[in-house]
């Protein structure tokens, strides 16, 4: 699948996003990234293990808790995760806690069926990262290759019809 492609199918109408290492500051892509989400008014959650909320939005500690949410059509956290179709992740974390998260995501039953996309923004990847999703089984599903959603995001929501 072409990254064009695969930046296409990582948006959806009924999507819940996730940003992996969004931050309170304002300097780091981690909180530019959350800022993109809640400006083009698509529902996301930030995930980071050391806050409670980030740009108003209640913070989830672990991915894991949100894919197993959805998996069970439940809620979290005042997220209406039992009604969205899959979970798209930005990841702006260092590349091995970007490969230890993607080892918990595997511990999840079922989040093959859950995980839509994965897009590990420049900085976030290395080689280990991109074996790792080869190996859990969500490398077609991965966007890399130093694209960023701030530059190619809009092109994405545009070609998915949002």
């Known amino acids: 699948m072409s990254m064009r492609a695969k930046i296409k199918a990582f ?8 940003v992996a290492g969004a931050s309170n500051n304002p300097s780091k892509f981690g909180f530019k990234i959350l800022s993109w989400y809640i400006n083009h008014d698509l529902s996301v959650i930030p995930v980071n293990p050391k806050e409670n909320t980030i740009l108003d939005q209640p913070v989830v500690s672990k991915i894991e808790d949100i894919i197993s949410a959805m998996k069970f059509k ?8 039992s009604k969205v179709d899959g979970v798209s992740i930005s990841f702006l974390t260092q590349p091995r806690i970007t490969v230890r998260t993607l080892q918990e995501i595997a511990t999840v039953e079922g989040f093959k069926d859950v995980v839509k996309g994965l897009w590990f923004q420049p900085g976030s990847y290395d080689e280990e990262v991109i074996k790792q999703a080869e190996k ?3 490398y077609d599903r991965v966007i890399y290759e130093d694209e960023c959603i701030l530059v190619r995001g809009e092109e994405g929501l545009y070609s998915a019809n949002l």
């Open 74 to 81: 439940q809620d979290l956290k005042g997220y209406s995760t």
């Open 11 to 18: 948006f959806g109408p009924a999507r819940q996003y996730v």
């Open 136 to 138: 859990i089984g969500l």
